[in-house]
């Protein structure tokens, strides 16, 4: 008794450490790093909620409803001093799952072994993707707590087939389709990879034919009383409940691209050894880590199943993202998290291949080996993790960073909050300049529109460069111009009255 006591007590202590490095890390993240067009886009849906109380949800943009709703139910934790909902407000939902998914991994993964929990939790705490995505206010953190326990879930089943299991399957499958629609790729990329295990293995799951028709039933019976909750808005929109599915149809036809094509090998691009605009990127030391965990779990696949099942998920999951043409940094979260797991796994078999080894040379040559990727993996880790996160931590030349809103935007605002509310703005975007929207959401007097054909000079007019392009003109009336930074390649050019500039230059000769 003693001895697991003094077990528990060296395990939970670095992992408390851990989760104390990885609230800092994103909550650090969250104030240094401006706010995405699409965290734009969520934030203020989740404001409309919040001031309306009213929710419909929309087959074909803004993914399910379960981030709202949370959002909407910590409200009163999101707010700044003033009482208003901020950027970093906002970011603390993620932040939460994020770390909720942290300590149930280190809950998990410990009897995998205490020193593979623990560098997985590293991972986890420390990796710039799972701490900048971790507190960036979109889908994903959910998605992942989800896909994490959906995954346990899925494999406690079908080692011990019960009512307790079938139904924790169907609440996390429930929590993982109200969250984001490519739930598909997830439950199709852990279901491959437990049918393959188990033909591996050549296991069946152990219940009768006629109890598992009626786990099943459970389990789907209470992944769609999860549907019909939230897409319907609690019962307030039935017709949600058919939009839920519906929406499957219009993401399949965005998964195609829509602007957002790249190649197959993207996301290892991401990871592999590069320069960019002449800093070095790349996590050469992870990929070397999952080489080595991806081999060493096969080999072990019949001992340690769940290992292997883990990594296959992360393994398949990752080449049907890389398939679809669809991609963007933050759907690697998914199965970069299973894939640490891996790391984590090939660095820790080595040191035990080192202790069951009885012959010197070899002993210390695996030893030396698996202290070299560790080593190598920490001090990656600690300098990506300072670039980032510290100095370019909304630079285009951030390789973890996807058309991001630009420095120069924070000016942006800075200009319109220092206008009075009777000013009226217009912006002239053929996306709404996202998250300006956001950003002016209690402002009364702000009219959007897609292009020029109903442009009238008034107070502040802010318009997307792309719409001049034959309509330069527009900038001949004399009046005050200057250029804002939106995101790469995207500029705003904002227009004030005389008196408003006079203003604003008046403020920057004082500073």
Request: net charge positive; aromatic share 14%; proline share 4%.
């Amino acid at each position: 008794m003693e001895s697991t006591r003094k077990a528990l007590f060296l395990y939970w202590v670095p992992a408390v450490l851990l989760l104390g490095l990885a609230f800092w890390l994103r909550n650090e993240s969250s104030q240094l790093r401006l706010f995405h067009a699409d965290e734009g886009v969520q934030s203020y849906q989740a404001w409309r909620l919040i001031e309306t109380g009213d929710y419909r949800y929309d087959p074909s943009e803004h993914h399910g409803p379960l981030l709202y709703y949370v959002t909407k139910w910590m409200a009163p934790f999101l707010e700044d001093s003033s009482g208003a909902l901020s950027d970093a407000g906002m970011r603390r939902v993620p932040l939460l799952f994020s770390l909720v998914t942290l300590v149930f991994g280190l809950s998990v993964f410990r009897r995998c072994g205490a020193g593979l929990a623990l560098l997985w939790g590293l991972l986890f705490a420390a990796a710039p993707l799972n701490v900048i995505y971790g507190s960036y206010f979109v889908q994903e953190a959910l998605l992942v707590c989800f896909t994490l326990a959906f995954l346990v879930a899925i494999h406690g089943y079908w080692q011990r087939p019960c009512w307790m299991w079938a139904s924790v399957v169907g609440v996390t499958l429930g929590l993982m389709h109200v969250t984001k629609e490519t739930v598909v790729l997830h439950v199709a990329a852990i279901g491959l990879a437990l049918v393959l295990i188990a033909w591996i293995q050549k296991k069946s799951i152990p219940v009768a034919l006629t109890a598992f028709f009626k786990h099943l039933g459970l389990a789907v019976g209470l992944a769609l009383l999860m549907h019909c909750l939230f897409f319907s808005s609690f019962f307030r929109n039935p017709q949600g409940i058919v939009d839920g599915f519906a929406t499957f149809f219009s993401y399949a036809d965005r998964s195609q691209g829509q602007g957002h094509e790249k190649p197959f090998l993207y996301y290892l691009s991401l990871l592999l050894p590069q320069r960019l605009e002449g800093v070095r990127w790349g996590e050469l030391a992870f990929l070397v880590a999952v080489v080595v965990g991806v081999i060493r779990s096969f080999r072990k696949v019949r001992e340690n199943g769940f290992s292997a099942f883990v990594v296959l998920s992360g393994i398949i999951m990752i080449v049907v993202y890389s398939v679809i043409p669809y991609k963007n940094p933050w759907l690697l979260l998914g199965p970069y998290c299973l894939l640490s797991y891996a790391a984590s796994f090939g660095v820790i078999d080595l040191f035990r291949m080192g202790i069951m080894e009885s012959e010197r040379v070899r002993k210390w040559s695996l030893y030396a080996a698996a202290a070299g990727v560790l080593l190598f993996l920490g001090f990656e880790l600690r300098s990506n993790l300072n670039k980032a996160i510290y100095l370019y931590s909304s630079a285009a030349r951030n390789p973890y960073l996807y058309m991001h809103t630009t420095p120069r935007y924070a000016t942006l605002v800075e200009r319109l909050n220092s206008v009075s509310e009777s000013e009226g703005i217009a912006v002239y975007s053929p996306d709404a300049s996202w998250p300006l929207p956001w950003h002016l959401r209690e402002r009364e007097r702000v009219g959007y529109w897609s292009d020029l054909e109903n442009y009238k000079p008034r107070g502040i007019d802010l318009i997307d460069t792309r719409l001049l392009l034959g309509n330069e003109s527009v900038m001949s009336d004399g009046a005050f111009w200057e250029l804002h930074g939106l995101r790469p390649n995207t500029l705003l050019a904002l227009r004030a009255e005389d008196g408003i500039a006079v203003k604003w230059i008046n403020a920057n000769a004082k500073d």
